[in-house]
């Protein structure tokens, strides 16, 4: 379990932005005994974790992720008493779906023992691939209380488990192709690996690529994929409320345009991205609150792939040739390890794949609070090019509906009303989301060593610091780039 310092500590915080990273850094620092005031932008606190009326009255989808398996895994979070606060976890009966073209699925189960059954059902009862898969994932599933935290902080600080993260490492490093020819001899099983590592935003024939399919697989097993149940919201809701708790207070609807904008206070923590500090802190001329080294270490900070997101309200539940992914909490469509492989690298060279791999969840299987009775909300997104342009939306809508039709035939005829999230609208809705970027910047070697920059948390000015998910660890609903933040501000501001 992460501790921050336990010292007590006077004085003020001011927090920008209520995403999970500034609630997680806003707790951490009213745990210390600061007064603590958060800014929000948006009439509605949570940041990428609000569930919004996006399409017809009733419908209630997530702006953001629906399935928070970082979120049921993370080390902060699970310190915290959330369920006291409102939050219940939903576990779906397998956590994912991949169906094919032959109108099959596998599915990837919770419970280990299940999921090796079921990986080596495909190809003949010589298959190897789910003793494969359980030698893979098990090591890592066993010990996530310890590998999490390890994975979940800035990667050069000195490892708790070395020989734990050693073993993730071997595996870790290398593409997600290469993980997925050498482990698996199946079709089937290296689509869904290839599936997993999707996630990253990144060429799957990219170094490091496998790492995420790695900690998706393992936490499928360890925490879960669960739903909040009403929504991601209620994350939002319950870390909103445990704040307030400690004396914390949110300010809704209030956007800062200048850190001059807010009140005296003795540390400042921003759930921002480098473009948007470098908004915030006066520049040339004189006085400037950033350093002139440290501003173009900022500017030449680099922003990820897009997300192309549409919201589902539908009348009845998706027609899956595969009834099976109705089990499932998230569907991968992408076909064969190839076929994803080619999307991605797709995407990684700047253009749009004509088959783009595509998520897909439907949480009223398992929530059925969630819209009218016997009605049903969706969403699914792919990857495309960081700030693609409007004028691709209607192209890019038909090939990731095409992609659905493809494994639901008659999905069209679901469809009562849709909301189309393109790269500039999730920027419009979350300023956060540069260019569409849902992972606060580009996953490379220097980004991943020294994210934004060097500094990591801290900047050039002494009582500001950083705390979004383009600090370490990066992307994902965790809370752990501002527990890391708050920790680090505290530990460098004694009182």
């Known amino acids: 379990m992460p501790q921050s310092s336990t010292a007590m500590r006077h004085g003020k915080a001011c927090v920008i932005g209520s995403g999970p990273n500034g609630l997680a850094a806003a707790i951490v620092l009213a745990q210390a005994g600061m007064q603590v005031q958060v800014f929000e932008a948006?009439?509605?606190l949570g940041g990428a974790t609000r569930t919004l009326p996006l399409t017809l009255p009733g419908f209630h989808h997530d702006f953001g992720s629906a399935v928070h398996p970082l979120a049921a895994g993370s080390p902060f979070f699970n310190s915290l008493p959330l369920a006291d606060y409102g939050l219940q976890w939903i576990h779906p009966p397998a956590p994912l779906a991949?169906?094919?073209?032959?109108?099959?699925?596998?599915?990837?189960?919770?419970?280990?023992?299940?999921?090796?059954?079921?990986?080596?059902?495909?190809?003949?009862p010589d298959n190897p691939d789910g003793r494969a898969w359980r030698a893979l994932m098990q090591p890592l599933a066993a010990r996530w209380a310890d590998l999490a935290p390890e994975l979940l902080r800035p990667v050069l600080a000195w490892p708790q488990h070395p020989f734990l993260l050693a073993r993730f490492g071997l595996n870790a490093l290398p593409t997600a192709t290469f993980i997925a020819r050498r482990r698996f001899r199946t079709e089937p099983v290296r689509a869904l690996f290839a599936g997993l590592a999707a996630h990253s935003f990144m060429a799957l024939d990219q170094p490091l690529s496998a790492a995420f399919g790695l900690v998706l697989g393992a936490a499928a097993h360890a925490p879960g994929w669960p739903i909040p149940r009403g929504g991601a919201q209620s994350l939002a809701n319950a870390l909103a409320a445990y704040l307030a708790n400690l004396g914390g207070s949110i300010t809704t609807g209030t956007r800062i345009h200048s850190l001059a904008d807010l009140p005296a206070c003795d540390l400042i923590l921003a759930d921002i991205t480098p473009r948007q500090l470098l908004a915030l802190a006066p520049g040339p001329p004189p006085p400037s609150l950033l350093t002139p080294t440290y501003r173009r270490q900022l500017a030449d900070f680099r922003y990820g792939p897009a997300a192309f997101k549409v919201d589902y309200a539908l009348s009845r539940p998706i027609p899956w040739s595969a009834s099976t992914c109705l089990r499932a909490g998230t569907v991968h469509l992408g076909g064969s390890l190839a076929e994803i492989a080619a999307s991605e690298a797709a995407m990684a060279s700047g253009r749009h794949a004509e088959r783009p791999f595509v998520?897909?969840?439907?949480?009223t299987l398992f929530d059925p609070s969630r819209a009218p009775e016997g009605k049903h909300i969706a969403w699914a997104y792919?990857?495309?090019?960081?700030s693609a342009p409007e004028s691709d939306s209607a192209s890019t809508l038909d090939r990731l509906e095409s992609q659905i039709e493809r494994f639901a035939t008659g999905f069209s005829t679901c469809i009562l009303a849709r909301h189309i999230s393109s790269p500039a609208t999730l920027e419009a809705m979350d300023a956060n989301l540069v260019g569409g970027d849902i992972g606060g910047g580009a996953v490379n070697l220097r980004q991943l060593l020294f994210r934004p920059t060097r500094r990591q948390y801290r900047t050039s000015a002494p009582n500001l610091y950083l705390c979004s998910s383009s600090t370490p660890p990066g992307g994902g609903v965790h809370g752990m780039c501002g527990f890391h933040a708050a920790t680090t501000a505290l530990r460098n501001h004694p009182q």
């Not at 099959?104 to 003949?124: K, M, N, P, Q």
């Not at 998520?359 to 949480?363: A, M, N």
Request: glycine residues 10%; negative net charge.
């Open 359 to 363: 998520l897909v969840t439907q949480p």
């Open 98 to 124: 991949h169906p094919f073209d032959d109108g099959t699925a596998i599915t990837l189960e919770r419970d280990l023992a299940a999921a090796e059954a079921v990986l080596g059902s495909f190809g003949g």
């Open 42 to 44: 948006e009439p509605t």
């Open 382 to 386: 792919c990857h495309v090019p960081n």
